[in-house]
């Protein structure tokens, strides 16, 4: 039996920090500094008790959670970019009355539900209060486009009644508007809100520990091992990388500025274009947003919005992801191929099953949570019990180096594996307790300290990580509450449904265009709420089934980060490219096209989402009609590749470009007979294009 125990010192290596969306690393110098720490290790705290136990009502939880928002965001907002000491002061000042709505609403949480719609003058004060602090963060933290957006409708609903029809409203007193935004449950503290708080900042902390476990380190080596000798091997590996980051960490940009700093330069160094470097980084790593088990943020708003299992929103997305990632490992073969560049030397690489064999207790808690999610446990659940994992594997890994003899040391495993497993029979006391037991043995054996150290920083990490996705959380309950209140998404759908009855790809495309455009200026999660709050149910009611509508709206969501002129992934991988956002985006584009082309025929033929199937399935059973229309999408996927790129077997004339693309075109389209030309003229034109290149390589 060999050694599996996982104290090798890269296990507990702490990563690079990388930037929060418009924040500096780290958490300030001097006390300020120590302060924002210590609110975000009580922010973490608290929400894993809340996770663990639940024990107070739904409200003061959300509440709670953008208070800490508020206070851990000025914080940093006042430590890291306020250069002055009157600024400072007034940013903690903005955080500790942010924080002061939280407690607000739980010391008078009671008085608040019996005066529901009756508000008093100090509840008017804090509704304002709160309304103004989240615009104010937002703009802070997310750039003035989001804030910008959600002004717009704030100002709607308070002056929508002047507007002429269709836009016009019956009008709303001031009370009546901060009641629904500051205090209902479909304004600030909304749904958004609560995913983020119940759901998403566990998965949030998760991710921090296991990356300050040595997970990146781990895919790394894995992907280096794996598809390091292919053609284009440096780019494979960025692909190969990013798809595995994407299993614990479903923030595209982040990954980008995490992952970008060693695949970016290592590309380049092989020969790679700066742009297509960049690109390749920015695909990769947006597509960790749709990588099950753990998907973005959007996927658990998505499951909570449609009142369906997370496993369910997973099983919709497993295709289109391996789809999407078979797309980026394919264009990159034939961009290396149009090159002439080769892999690397196996040499000179990790060999993967030795990086999995020294580090494979890491994938434990990973695996549970996995299992967790698809065993029918809620995502809060699985979230919960596959971060406390992770805290007592890393934990227990200086305890097990003070073992000297091998078979102790897999005793020693063993055993408190057993023990955190049983709260599968005896609940989370049972995991609280070891892990309590943990912290007491690393307080007294020598090196438990720098352990602990590693635990604290993580709850930290996590805490700040959770600051972008809260706060866009927080700010987009005004949208909804404003569509909620005035009823104005109803005229949006009325007119995407009178263009839809007669051409439903019109509706698709003019969906796709405002998801693109809203995308420009705000990140995926505020796009999908706000697109899929207006759009969603215009597609439903044209027959598009009910999660390919919102996956369609989900995936272009992603797609606005890449697309030109603002992609946020592609002006992220810039500097470390250091070539133009603009040339990145445009290649990005190119890359990311399963990201165009899959959701379009998801809704033509829903079995490509595992959802409802078809005609072929009334005929050969639905498996048969599963494989064969993702052998459709390979095959259009695998065209327009070639297309884009111009290489395949050899450099492509521009005649044969446009055959490849008009062929792919024909099997995505779903209409009669196309599906039959766009094969034949695949056949032919494949088979003829590799004939020439025998010839031409004969002749040479």
């Known amino acids: 039996m060999t050694d599996a125990h996982p104290e090798t010192p890269t296990v507990l290596s702490p990563t690079a920090e990388a930037p929060v969306e418009g924040l500096p690393p780290g958490f300030g110098d001097g006390i300020a500094g120590k302060a924002a720490f210590l609110i975000a290790i009580a922010f973490s705290i608290f929400q894993i008790y809340i996770a663990a136990y639940g024990s107070l009502p739904s409200q003061v939880v959300r509440a709670m959670h953008v208070g800490f928002l508020l206070l851990l965001g000025f914080s940093l907002i006042a430590n890291l970019r306020a250069t002055s000491t009157p600024a400072k002061a007034v940013f903690w000042t903005l955080g500790v009355l942010g924080f002061a709505t939280g407690l607000y609403n739980w010391v008078f949480y009671t008085d608040l539900i019996r005066r529901s719609g009756f508000l008093t003058t100090p509840d008017l004060i804090v509704g304002t209060v709160l309304v103004v602090l989240v615009f104010e963060a937002a703009r802070r933290l997310m750039g003035l486009p989001l804030a910008l957006i959600a002004l717009i409708f704030l100002a709607y609903a308070f002056f929508g009644n002047h507007l002429p029809p269709p836009f016009i409203h019956r009008g709303y007193d001031f009370a009546q508007l901060i009641d629904t935004f500051a205090f209902g449950t479909e304004g600030i503290y909304g749904t958004p809100v609560y995913v983020s708080a119940a759901y998403i900042f566990i998965f949030v902390v998760?991710?921090?520990?296991?990356?300050?476990?040595?997970?990146?380190?781990?895919?790394?080596?894995?992907?280096?091992?794996?598809?390091?000798?292919?053609?284009?091997?440096?780019?494979?590996?960025?692909?190969?990388?990013?798809?595995?980051?994407?299993?614990?960490?479903?923030?595209?940009?982040?990954?980008?500025?995490?992952?970008?700093?060693?695949?970016?330069?290592?590309?380049?160094?092989?020969?790679?274009?700066?742009?297509?470097?960049?690109?390749?980084?920015?695909?990769?790593?947006?597509?960790?947003?749709?990588?099950?088990?753990?998907?973005?943020?959007?996927?658990?708003?998505?499951?909570?919005?449609?009142?369906?299992?997370?496993?369910?929103?997973?099983?919709?997305?497993?295709?289109?992801?391996?789809?999407?990632?078979?797309?980026?490992?394919?264009?990159?073969?034939?961009?290396?191929?149009?090159?002439?560049?080769?892999?690397?030397?196996?040499?000179?690489?990790?060999?993967?099953?030795?990086?999995?064999?020294?580090?494979?207790?890491?994938?434990?808690?990973?695996?549970?949570?996995?299992?967790?999610?698809?065993?029918?446990?809620?995502?809060i659940f699985a979230g919960t019990m596959g971060l406390a994992l992770t805290i007592v594997l890393i934990l227990g890994t200086p305890l097990a180096a003070l073992i000297g003899p091998v078979a102790f040391r897999i005793v020693f495993w063993l055993a408190l594996g057993l023990a955190a497993a049983s709260f599968m029979r005896f609940g989370v006391n049972i995991l609280s307790f070891v892990i309590a037991g943990l912290v007491i043995a690393c307080v007294t054996f020598r090196g438990g300290r720098e352990t602990l150290q590693i635990c604290i920083d993580s709850l930290a990490e996590g805490a700040k990580n959770a600051l972008p996705v809260g706060i866009a959380c927080a700010i987009v309950g005004v949208v909804i509450g404003t569509l909620t209140l005035t009823g104005i998404a109803s005229t949006f759908i009325g007119w995407i449904i009178s263009i839809g009855e007669n051409n439903l790809f019109l509706s698709l495309v003019l969906t796709m265009l405002t998801c693109l455009v809203l995308g420009m200026g705000i990140p995926t999660i505020p796009n999908y709420i706000i697109t899929s709050s207006l759009a969603g149910p215009a597609l439903l009611s044209l027959g598009v089934p009910l999660v390919v509508s919102h996956m369609f709206v989900f995936y272009f969501g992603i797609m606005a980060d890449l697309t030109p002129p603002v992609a946020l992934a592609a002006f992220a991988a810039a500097p470390m490219a250091k070539e133009s956002g603009l040339k990145i985006g445009i290649q990005a584009t190119k890359l990311a096209v399963a990201g165009f082309v899959v959701p379009f025929m998801a809704v033509y033929t829903p079995a490509l989402m595992l959802q409802d199937p078809g005609p072929i399935a009334a005929q050969f059973g639905y498996p048969v009609e599963v494989a064969y229309i993702v052998a459709k999408a390979c095959m259009g996927i695998a065209l327009w590749g070639a297309a884009a790129v111009g290489f395949l077997a050899r450099r492509m004339a521009w005649w044969e470009r446009l055959v490849a693309f008009a062929a792919g075109a024909l099997l995505v389209a779903a209409l009669p007979v196309t599906d039959e030309a766009g094969w034949a003229l695949s056949f032919v034109w494949i088979g003829w294009h590799c004939w020439r290149a025998r010839q031409a390589t004969g002749t040479a």
């Not at 030795?354 to 698809?374: C, G």
């Open 206 to 379: 998760f991710a921090a520990f296991l990356e300050r476990a040595g997970m990146i380190a781990l895919f790394n080596d894995f992907a280096l091992g794996l598809v390091g000798t292919w053609r284009g091997g440096p780019a494979q590996v960025c692909v190969l990388s990013s798809a595995l980051m994407g299993t614990i960490s479903g923030s595209g940009v982040a990954n980008v500025v995490a992952s970008g700093q060693f695949t970016i330069p290592l590309m380049k160094r092989f020969g790679f274009r700066s742009a297509f470097a960049g690109a390749v980084e920015a695909t990769s790593s947006m597509g960790g947003q749709i990588m099950p088990p753990v998907m973005g943020a959007v996927a658990f708003i998505m499951a909570e919005t449609l009142n369906i299992p997370y496993a369910e929103v997973v099983k919709a997305a497993i295709i289109p992801a391996l789809l999407y990632f078979g797309a980026c490992f394919w264009q990159v073969y034939l961009e290396a191929g149009k090159a002439g560049l080769q892999g690397m030397a196996k040499a000179d690489l990790p060999n993967p099953w030795d990086a999995v064999r020294r580090h494979w207790p890491l994938v434990l808690p990973l695996a549970a949570l996995i299992y967790l999610l698809f065993a029918g446990y809620t995502p």
